[in-house]
């Protein structure tokens, strides 16, 4: 079924061709998109993203063998890394503001590299709704899987989560940002979960609920030895080294990624500066 009018095809793909369930869900995400300004959101300076990089690590390496760029997540004692987070003064709404920027940062500059400059220089115009035909260029990104620039492969590392990880901040956050994915729809090409706990059923029931039925039927889960599967769908020589590759270089996109972050604190701080007498 096409896709209503004004109603990204990927909202449609999400809810299994419901027209109306689409549309509804287009209309939420427009209302959600007021609130949230992409401009905004790639404007502000990110003050804690090192320190949320440090404690709950996650990253961007190179692509799969399709040219899905390929996303890790280490979800490592959760509930205690959110709470030496908030001794830094992170709160968890932070952390998912900070992957809400990640998201944009990923489909609207990383996507499309000679936008970047442009997209920096947002800070000198008043921020606005994005206009209709802005938001739609970023919805249809790679309208389908094997279009590669729209997808990504996440890899998620469930090592050191137990029962003790089943609520808590640990579960606010899947909600939270089950919440987040609710308006990028159809940006996941496949999920893995590597090092899965003796726990993970107990886990799973929690946070299933909180996916997409499509994104759910995208989930492999590896309670083994989970290095085969990621190299024959990455390939060896774009595996870290951490995760049983060969690639031990830094990652190009999250050199592109600090890059960013840093013009932004340094247009900030130019900004703060008072000016020479």
Not at 16 to 23: P, S
Not at 127 to 156: I, M
Not at 215 to 243: I, Q, S
């Amino acid at each position: 079924a096409a896709a209503p009018p004004c109603c990204p095809p990927r909202f449609l793909r999400a809810v299994r061709g419901d027209r109306e369930k689409a549309l509804e869900r287009w209309r939420e995400t427009e209302a959600w998109r007021r609130e949230h300004p992409w401009r905004a959101t790639l404007s502000r300076p990110q003050p804690h993203f090192e320190r949320i990089k440090q404690l709950h690590r996650h990253f961007i390496h190179r692509t799969d063998r399709a040219g899905h760029p390929v996303f890790y997540e280490v979800i490592e004692r959760p509930n205690a890394k959110f709470r030496e987070l908030r001794e830094h003064g992170v709160e968890l709404r932070d952390v998912i503001e900070h992957f809400h920027f990640l998201y944009e940062w990923r489909y609207r500059v990383e996507a499309r590299k000679r936008r970047a400059h442009n997209l920096l220089r947002a800070r000198r115009v008043s921020v606005t709704h994005t206009p209709t035909a802005q938001v739609r260029d970023a919805d249809e990104l790679g309208r389908e899987p094997a279009a590669s620039r729209g997808y990504l492969l996440r890899v998620f590392d469930l090592r050191r989560v137990g029962l003790a990880d089943c609520g808590g901040d640990a579960l606010r956050y899947f909600k939270l940002l089950g919440e987040l994915n609710h308006h990028f729809p159809e940006r996941v090409f496949k999920t893995l979960l590597i090092n899965a706990p003796a726990a993970f059923g107990a886990i799973w029931a929690l946070v299933a609920p909180l996916l997409d039925r499509n994104v759910r039927e995208k989930v492999v889960v590896c309670r083994g030895d989970y290095t085969a599967t990621l190299c024959e769908l990455v390939g060896e020589d774009h595996v870290p080294v951490e995760f049983g590759g060969r690639d031990d270089a830094p990652s190009p996109q999250e050199g592109r990624l600090r890059a960013f972050v840093r013009a932004l604190g340094a247009a900030a701080e130019s900004q703060e500066l008072p000016p020479n007498d």
